[in-house]
């Protein structure tokens, strides 16, 4: 069955379901109260960097399947299920979450909502806040009674948002009655075979975050390993390949490197240790406040080890950044390390010039303050520092010969653990990575 849907809030979340939508045979009708945004998208022109999105966006404007609106009225009058796409920042001065903009948005839905219809949040939101909004939509809709709500949190990686919605590896679905479960497998009916987990709204809620955080504590387990291993003497790569086959750790998110970033990981556990506190469940996740420091700390690192190949001072030293996302294939430089650390050494007096594949623009409206190249090449020239902060693959595979004809000192310092060391320093490279010798 094809269902007539909306989508509210065209960020990355909300483009990349509705187009996906779209694809899967509904009718899709997204909003956003930015108008310049919602012109541009019903151009086809997609304001954040998704591979294969755009083709997406385009075929489905072609088909007439998406369209795009800043009308509440209009949306609330088309759709039958009405997804929630919000982000949920965190608050400023604070850990917790700002849920302010999907508060806004049922606010400015509800009261047009006067048929029986089907609400699901998507965005990721501290435990009882769905439980909040059901009782605000039963309030304030002229339906009452007849606007369900169920809570479909997203699981997408950015860089591979159209893969994991097409084709995810499970579908969470919080929810109290059948016919809300009813239209949500029809929904997503034409994914074929996947797992369905249905639950109540807390556990929808919660699984996000914790899957989150467990994915930052894997990741902030190897960078603390990687601070002993530097005060031994030891290899932080070879432990992780060891742990690597034991098939209770696994070797995903066990890489060292700079740590994490981006829009979901650092913020999303600071937001669950907030909730834990609100609920008094505070000492449950007090680890997770060591795993946020094990990661900011890797930055500071990075900076010394680069102050280090500098000579010990940045001052008239050039120094090479190459990447400025927070992680490759994506131009999403929100709390992004590489960002940190070139800011940083620019503070310390060094020189910095930036490049990066895609983000680019959006690191100069963050730090206006950094040098921008357009190209590694360019970026490189005259450096006395190299440093690789994003695993761009077009990076991976520079040619540390070329490249050393450039700089001025052969200097290199892999963040992310992604080079060759025996290539770059066969090309007279002077390499170093945290964690290792």
Same mark, same amino acid.
Request: some cysteine; glycine content about 10%.
């Given at each position: ?10 960020g990355?979340? /909300?483009?990349?379901?509705?187009a996906?939508?779209?694809? #899967? ?20 022109q ?39 796409? #919000?982000?949920?920042?965190?608050q ?9 903009? &999907? ?9 047009? &909502?006067?048929?029986?219809c ?6 990721t ?9 059901a /009782?605000?939509? =039963? ?33 969470v679905l ?35 975050v ?16 990687a ?7 030891a ?6 390949e ?16 700079l740590?994490?970033g ?23 996740l ?11 700390r890797?930055?500071d ?21 190459? /990447?400025?996302?927070?992680k ?5 430089i ?16 060094g020189?910095?010039s ?11 409206k963050?730090?206006?303050e ?15 520092v190299?440093?690789l ?23 290199v ?9 025996? =290539?770059?320093?066969?090309? /007279?490279?002077?390499?170093r ?5």
């Open positions: 069955m094809r269902y007539r849907m909306t989508v509210i809030g065209s990355y979340l /909300g483009i990349t379901h509705a996906c939508m779209a694809e #899967l045979g509904h009718e899709v009708l997204a909003l956003d109260i930015d108008a310049d945004r919602i012109r541009r998208l019903g151009a086809g997609l304001p954040i960097h998704e591979a294969g999105l755009e083709a997406l966006l385009r075929r489905g404007l072609d088909s007439g399947k998406l369209r795009f609106t800043t009308s509440y009225q209009e949306a609330a009058e088309f759709g039958d299920v009405h997804f929630l796409c #919000l982000g949920t920042p965190q400023q001065g604070a850990y917790a979450a700002d849920v302010s903009q &999907l508060d806004a948005a049922v606010g400015a839905l509800a009261p047009h &909502l006067g048929r029986e089907l609400v699901v949040g998507k965005s939101v501290p435990v009882g806040t769905a439980e909040r909004l /009782g605000a939509l =039963r309030r304030l809709a002229p339906a009452g009674d007849r606007v369900d709500l169920a809570w479909n949190p997203e699981f997408l990686r950015e860089g591979f948002a159209v893969k994991d919605t097409l084709g995810p590896d499970r579908i919080g929810l109290r009655t059948a016919s809300a479960e009813k239209v949500l497998r029809e929904v997503y009916a034409p994914l074929g075979d996947v797992p369905f987990v249905v639950t109540d709204f807390a556990t929808a809620e919660l699984v996000k914790a899957a989150n955080s467990f994915l930052a504590t894997k990741i902030s387990y190897i960078n603390a390993m601070e002993v291993c530097e005060a031994a003497g290899d932080v790569v070879r432990l992780a060891a742990l690597s086959y034991d098939d209770r750790i696994g070797g995903r998110f066990l890489r060292p490197g740590g994490f981006g829009g979901c990981l650092p913020k999303d556990i600071r937001a669950f240790m907030a909730r834990a506190d609100e609920l008094g469940a505070g000492p449950a007090s680890f997770l406040r060591e795993v946020d420091a094990v990661n900011l890797r930055r690192r990075t900076v010394d080890l680069a102050r280090d190949l500098a000579g010990g001072s940045f001052a008239g030293r050039r120094v090479t950044v190459l /990447g400025a996302a927070f490759p294939d994506s131009d999403d929100r709390d992004s390390p590489a960002l940190h650390v070139a800011a940083e050494i620019q503070r310390q007096g020189r910095v930036v490049y990066d594949p895609v983000a680019l623009d959006n690191a100069r963050a730090c206006p950094l040098s921008y190249a357009t190209s590694a090449t360019e970026a490189a020239r005259g450096a006395h190299l440093l902060l994003t695993e761009w693959r077009e990076f991976v595979r520079l040619d540390p010969a070329e490249l050393g004809a450039v700089v001025a000192v052969r200097h310092l892999d963040g992310r653990h992604a080079l060759d060391p025996a =290539r770059w320093r066969q090309a /007279g490279w002077r390499y990575a945290p964690g290792r010798p």
